[in-house]
């Protein structure tokens, strides 16, 4: 196994900071909007971007919460161990909200459509936009684009993007592993 670094630590944070302010140009001071990480992977980045506009850009009312898409994927059924289900905490009204989902990595897009599914059981938001770390562009399976994306990546055959944080890999970097 082999693996390339796209992302350095440095790469990583300026590109967060360039995606938190692509959100205050959209959003201002998020009255109307919300961010919702999608689990397991996307509440690193979610956190991540709540911090840097709450500390680096004195945002100060912004509402995160952590959407579980475990039994809206259409291929739930399809492995051979039982899944494990996340937790969803959104403790507010998504009801004519703004929602920016966010996610480490875009590949096929079957992730997004379950949390657009998902999210209609807390009420039928205004808007809904996409903000990803990574956007695999050639890998897609669903007409599914990002609003907002770090970096755009051609990854191809058995290549995975592997996205590390500091709270969960010792390290903000991503990789391009070849199997």
């Known amino acids: 196994m082999s693996q390339k670094v ?7 944070n300026i590109i967060l900071h360039r995606l938190a302010c692509q ?3 959209k959003h201002n001071d998020f009255s109307n909007t919300v961010l919702i990480g999608i689990q397991p ?18 945002i100060k009312n912004i509402q995160l919460g ?6 809206f994927r259409d291929d739930f059924r399809r492995g ?14 998504v009801e004519d909200k703004n929602i920016v989902f966010i996610d480490d ?12 599914t998902a999210i209609q059981s807390f009420g039928r938001p205004n808007e ?20 907002y994306r770090g970096r755009q990546v051609d990854a191809i055959n058995e290549e995975k993007v592997k996205v590390n944080w500091v709270e ?12």
């Open 128 to 147: 809904i936009e996409l903000l990803t770390l990574i956007d695999r562009r050639f890998s897609r399976h669903l007409p599914i684009q990002p609003n």
């Open 23 to 25: 959100l205050i140009e």
């Open 66 to 71: 952590l959407l579980d898409i475990t039994f």
């Open 80 to 93: 051979e161990k039982p899944l494990e289900a996340n937790t969803t905490e959104i403790n507010f009204i």
């Open 168 to 179: 969960n890999g010792g390290e903000d970097a991503v990789y391009l592993v070849n199997n």
């Open 41 to 58: 992977r996307g509440k690193y980045l979610a956190n991540r971007l709540t911090q840097i506009l709450k500390d680096d850009y004195s």
């Open 105 to 116: 990595v875009l590949y096929t897009g079957r992730s997004i459509r379950a949390a657009l």
């Open 6 to 12: 796209l992302l350095n630590a440095k790469e990583v």
